[in-house]
């Protein structure tokens, strides 16, 4: 697809900014497409454009941050393929599920699993509670665990925006990961389903790469930071960032 962009330097360093911020957002939280998806749809570029040139910087963002955490030991490899089949099978559920329910579900049920995350976090810490210390449950022996995740990958599916607080609450709440290597963790299930996805806008040709590669190498950038932020944070620290990410995004998607 082409459409007729004219680039200069502010745009350019725009592009770039949106999606270092929205990396690094991402890598820790979710919910960085609030900043890059806007920022693509300011050129001029229709919606289904925007949210399909948008998975590249995902997809790349995910890469970076899984490469990161792995060289800080925070990325356990061996749960990575046990923990991704489950989502993936959830999100090819979503999207089925997506492509006939009424869009006009969407945004009901996004602030409603965005605000329930808000108060299970404030009555019952727990659910991101879990450090390094804890017993990690294994998934292929955890059935509430492999459903939870599976209900996380249809939520993706159908909605795909804010499905990193979920990722967090299933991994770190009900399978008892640290939120450092929780993160990494769902940096891989995120990079799984976006490349189905990347793949079938490609097909459709809906991939703008210009902007795309652009806000890429800002969340590249984004992700690498990130990643070094959160294996030297303290974990009250990045439970109440998460906190706060998750109420900026309910504001955020309620005034769209």
Not at 131 to 147: C, I, M, Y
Not at 183 to 200: H, R
Request: aromatic share 8%; proline share 4%; with cysteine.
């Amino acid at each position: 697809m082409l459409i007729d962009i004219q680039y200069s330097a502010v745009l350019v360093g725009a592009l770039i900014g949106a999606g270092f911020f929205a990396g690094f957002i991402n890598t820790i939280a979710g919910g960085g497409s609030m900043l890059t998806l806007p920022a693509l749809m300011l050129l001029g570029i229709p919606a289904d454009v925007a949210n399909a040139t948008n998975r590249v910087s995902v997809f790349l963002q995910c890469l970076t941050g899984m490469k990161g955490f792995h060289k800080y030991n925070q990325l356990d490899t061996s749960a990575v393929k046990p923990i991704v089949i489950p989502t993936l099978l959830g999100s090819m559920l979503g999207a089925l599920s997506a492509a006939w329910l009424p869009n006009a579900l969407l945004k009901p049920v996004l602030l409603v699993t965005m605000m329930s995350i808000v108060i299970l976090m404030i009555v019952k810490p727990a659910l991101v509670q879990s450090n390094s210390e804890n017993t990690v449950l294994d998934v292929t022996q955890h059935k509430v665990g492999w459903w939870a995740l599976f209900a996380t990958g249809v939520y993706g599916g159908f909605i795909q925006a804010g499905v990193g607080f979920l990722l967090i609450a299933a991994l770190s709440g009900v399978l008892r990961y640290d939120l450092v290597r929780a993160n990494a963790l769902k940096l891989a299930c995120t990079a799984a389903f976006t490349l189905v996805a990347l793949v079938v806008f490609i097909i459709h040709d809906l991939v703008l790469w210009v902007p795309g590669l652009l806000v890429a190498i800002g969340s590249m950038a984004g992700a690498y930071v990130s990643v070094k932020f959160a294996v030297n944070v303290p974990q009250t620290i990045l439970r109440w960032l998460l906190l706060i990410l998750v109420l900026i995004f309910c504001i955020a998607a309620w005034l769209r």
